[in-house]
Every structure is written in C-alpha cells, then in structure tokens.
C-alpha cells in the first residue's frame, strides 16, 4: 500500500473541507462523521499521516472502528507506520471487548470477526519483539469463532488453509489430518462458489497443480480468471500473480476449453463489481501493471481470447470438490484463555514469482 509524507510547517492544507487547523500540529474536525470520513478515505488511499490523526480524533466518538483501522494500518507490513506489536495489542483489545457482539450486528460483528482472525494468525506464529509466543490451541479457538460464530467469509479462508495442512481446531467428524484436510477443501469449494475471490485463487492454484484435488487446468484456468474479476485492489497483486502463472503455462487446447466456458464461470461464480465515484477523473490517470508470459506474450482475461473449438463439458466448482462426509457444528463457543486476546488481518497466499515480467504503464494502454 502506498505512503506518502509530507514535510510541512505550521498547518497543512488538506483536501477535505472539514479539517481545520487549530494550533501547528493539531488537527480538529467539525465532527466524529468528518474524522471518520477522512481517516477511512485516507485509510483506503494509503495516506497513513493523513488517516492516523482523523483515527486519533475519532477513537472520542467511535473507539472500536477507530482501532481498528489504526491496528491495520500497523500491521500492514508494506507501510511506513509497520508495527507489528502495536496491532496485535490493538486487536487483541478489540477481540475481548467484543467477544458478546451480536453476530448480526452490521456494524461491529465484522470488526469482532476480522480481530479474531487477526489475532489468531499472530497466535499461530508468535510476535517475537512483543514477547509474545505461539500459541496455537489459541490461535484455533479465535479463528472457529470468527468463522463459524460470525461466518466471516475471510476467517473461513483462512481456517481452510489451516486445515488443508492437517492442523486446525477440533470439530466433530474432523479430528484427524486426513478430515481435516477432508473439512478445508470443503471450506474452499463453499467460498469459491459464493464467490470469495482469494478462496477462488487459492483453489485455482490447487487445481492447476493437483494438490489435494483431483488436477483440471481448464478448470483452474476458469476459476482464477473469474477470481481476478472478483478481487478488489488490495488483493489483485498475489491473485493476478497466480493468473500469470496459470495462463502463460497453460497450452493452447488448455485455453480452447477454457474460453469456451468463460460466460458461464463469470455467471455462475462472479459477483457483481462495487460501484465507484469516478466522478473526479482521476481513475484515469492511474497506472496499472501489464503482464507478459516470459515468451513475450501479453497476459490478457479469458474474455479476450477467441475460443476455435467447442470445448467438452467441464465440471462445476462443486462437483470437482468432494463434500465432507458429515457437516460442520456451529455452535461453538470460544472459551478465553488467560491472558487471551483475539485476532488479526487477513492475507493470501504466497505470490508465486519467477513466471514472466511486469511493467506499468497508464490505464487505457495495451493490456
């Protein structure tokens, strides 16, 4: 994500009419909504020195979505305010004092459901200049809760991926490495055929490969041009990587069957794109980055491509995955361990690298 800083004396003129300077170095807002509509939108930018101060003023009014978007600014490991103990205390925090939220509370169950996602993962690996150590039994607790008890879509991502290595809480039928990894491409088919685009990535990779499911390239072809549909800009990078990998590797009957289903994937597994304020124009000066396979070729979406033959049926998402044997108890409580605190962010997989080049160049170039 990018940062910025600005090197300023006295008051800095902002872009949002509703910031005013009061003293050198202080900042005020006419209201909590002000404080909050910048601190996001500067959040969302990836203007940190601009969003930590709107978050600071809005923890009086808002303290809950305040540190929350304070913790991931810290976490993020690409920012210049990287503080990896700052957020896991941050979420740490959130998670207890949330823990009775109502999971259908709009506005705070997913905030209680994304901090126990990210405390989990910072459990399971331990932060060693916070002191503080792996624990996984904890780590396993926080994220059933966030993905059965709030049915977060992204803690489901998450806990699939920790199944499908055999690890992961005890659930009933699913004790063992062999169902748990059983219960983890479950997990994936589920959330890819809701759509979920880094579950989509993630099973797109395994198909392509043959890992844990049975291989079909023109399957996986499919599923992770329908993922790069799906994301938003803040995951495209690690799933276009996979894109990369699979198109510039696929052959040309590969890509034959491939084409000839792309309506139909983005159908029945697409979710319709957010709608965006491009009223300023600005979208349009913003670069973008152009792929190649590594013969030169042009990394285009399956739309782009003209299919020559009529491709044979492809299995759906849900028949290429075989279900579990029993389903999954939901109603389980996270008992807090002493000293407990739950959760943490969300990220893909490692992107895989070595396939090709990339370059930027302004939207509306070759692509």
């Known amino acids: 994500m990018r940062t910025f800083k ?6 800095v003129a ?10 050198a170095g202080e900042v005020t807002f006419r209201s909590s909504d002000d404080a909050m509509r910048q601190g996001i939108s500067a959040f969302n930018g990836g203007y940190y020195e601009l969003a930590l101060p709107a978050l600071k003023a809005l923890e009086a009014s808002k303290p809950r979505i305040a540190r929350f978007y304070e913790a991931r600014i810290y976490a993020d490991n690409d920012g210049a ?7 896991f205390w941050l979420y740490n925090e959130l998670a ?11 506005d705070l169950a997913p905030i209680a459901a994304k901090s126990l996602t990210a405390v989990s993962m910072y459990l399971r690996s331990g932060i060693s200049e916070a002191g503080i150590k792996p624990d996984i039994p904890a780590a396993d607790r926080a994220l059933q809760r966030a993905a059965l008890t709030f049915n977060d879509e992204d803690a489901q991502f998450e806990l699939a991926k920790v ?8 659930m009933a039928g699913f004790e063992d490495p062999a169902s748990k990894i059983e219960n983890g491409r479950h997990w994936l088919s589920r959330l890819s055929r809701a759509g979920h685009p880094g579950a989509q990535a993630f099973l797109a990779d395994l198909l392509w490969r043959g890992k844990f499911v049975e291989k079909n390239q023109a399957a996986a072809l499919n599923l992770i041009d329908v993922a790069v549909a799906n994301a938003s800009p803040n995951e495209r990078v690690w799933i276009e990587d996979i894109y990369q990998k699979i198109f510039c590797n696929a052959g040309e009957a590969i890509r034959q069957q491939a084409t000839g289903r792309v309506t139909e994937w983005h159908n029945r597994y697409g979710r319709l794109p957010q709608l965006r304020d491009d009223k300023d124009g600005l979208d349009e000066l913003s670069a973008e980055p152009v792929r190649t396979c590594a013969n030169g070729e042009l990394v285009r979406p399956m739309s782009a491509l003209v299919a020559t033959a009529p491709p044979p049926p492809l299995k759906p998402i ?6 579990p044997r029993q389903s999954i108890e939901v109603g389980i409580g996270l008992a807090q361990p002493s000293g407990f605190a739950p959760a943490s962010g969300v990220g893909g997989p490692p992107a895989p690298s070595g396939f090709g080049t990339t370059a930027t160049v302004p939207q509306g170039e070759a692509r």
């Open 96 to 106: 207890n004092e949330m823990k009775d939220v109502d999971p259908d509370d709009d």
């Open 14 to 23: 902002v872009f949002f009419s509703s910031l005013g300077c009061a003293v």
């Open 6 to 11: 600005f090197a300023v004396a006295g008051c």
């Open 318 to 323: 849900a028949e290429t995955i075989p279900q």
């Open 81 to 87: 305010y990287t503080d990896r103990a700052k957020a």
């Open 163 to 170: 199944l499908l290595r055999g690890e992961g809480p005890e």
